[in-house]
């Protein structure tokens, strides 16, 4: 039966009210245009569901029958309605962002802190994982946004977020003086602890060792930097590690020094899905995240 919600909600009113005209007023519509709707229905229905007078509306014994079937769907259509709109404005609210662990333990949690101070109606969801996985994420739409060190990919947009540089990493001991900056070469002979050769960074800082001619020995091979920043407070070698790796040594006995001659910069990108558009707020703190980072950065001595 093909009727409308208008005018199953005209029908509602002027029962409600008992009068065409006040039903007219809460519809904003006016009497005329009700009564229209009222006939239009009892032509699709097949009876009558008001007897009328020139001062009383009153429901007939079907036009009750139907009125409390019609309450029923209309109260269940406007829940229905009203719960997908809640949900689909909680979702738009939501942007979740992917990044590395030590990313993500050390440098994004006092970011969110903040723009939730700005923007509290978004919320933003951390995940960590290893960059394969991040990028499997943001490609299946699992992931909003991703920050790391990623290569151009067709399906993914991509764009330049901050650059940081490679620094390197040896416990403190107190015959050793600390200092600011150390070159390829005297890396010459040092033991060093690795990232396995997935890490683009990793990557980067083996070409530039055999760039330089350096021979260091390789000492154990680890996948998190957090442990090969570990192993290096336990005097197991040194390491090169990118810069914004500088918070997880804070609070242990490990001395920073800056890799010159040259000093190598490389990129982190900020990646999301070509499929998706982008949702509500997420350039909001896309550009909130790109200040923060860069404020932190110079606070921090980060480059």
């Not at 992917?98 to 050390?106: D, K, R």
């Not at 330049?160 to 403190?172: D, H, K, N």
Request: charged share 25%; aromatic share 6%.
């Amino acid at each position: 039966m093909d009727v409308s919600t208008r005018q199953l909600r005209a029908f509602r009113l002027a029962a409600q009210h008992q009068n065409f005209a006040r039903a007219a007023e809460a519809l904003f519509i006016t009497p005329s245009g009700l009564s229209v709707l009222i006939k239009e229905l009892e032509s699709r229905v097949g009876f009558r569901l008001f007897d009328r007078t020139t001062r009383h509306v009153e429901l007939t014994s079907h036009g009750r029958e139907l009125l409390g079937v019609i309450q029923r769907s209309l109260e269940e259509l406007d829940a229905g309605i009203a719960n997908i709109a809640r949900n689909a404005k909680h979702a738009q609210q939501q942007i979740s962002l992917g990044t590395t662990p030590l990313v993500a333990a050390n440098i994004l949690p006092p970011a969110m802190r903040e723009f939730r101070k700005l923007r509290p109606d978004v919320q933003i969801q951390l995940f960590d994982a290893d960059l394969p996985t991040l990028i499997k994420m943001v490609e299946a739409g699992k992931l909003d946004l991703s920050l790391g060190i990623f290569k151009a990919m067709p399906d993914v947009r991509r764009e330049p977020f901050f650059r940081f540089s490679l620094m390197v990493a040896r416990a403190s001991k107190d015959d050793i003086p600390s200092r600011r900056t150390t070159t390829w070469s005297a890396l010459n002979g040092e033991t060093l602890i690795s990232l396995s050769s997935g890490h683009p960074h990793q990557q980067l800082i083996d070409k530039h060792l055999a760039r330089a001619g350096v021979k260091v020995q390789i000492g154990s091979v680890v996948n998190l930097l957090d442990t090969q920043i570990a192993l290096v407070e336990a005097e197991e070698g040194i390491a090169v590690i990118p810069s914004f790796g500088m918070p997880a040594c804070r609070n242990r006995k490990i001395v920073i020094s800056q890799l010159i001659n040259p000093v190598v910069r490389f990129d982190f990108h900020l990646i999301s899905s070509r499929a998706r558009e982008p949702r509500p707020g997420a350039d909001e703190f896309t550009s909130f995240l790109k200040s923060y980072v860069a404020t932190w950065a110079g606070r921090t001595g980060v480059l």
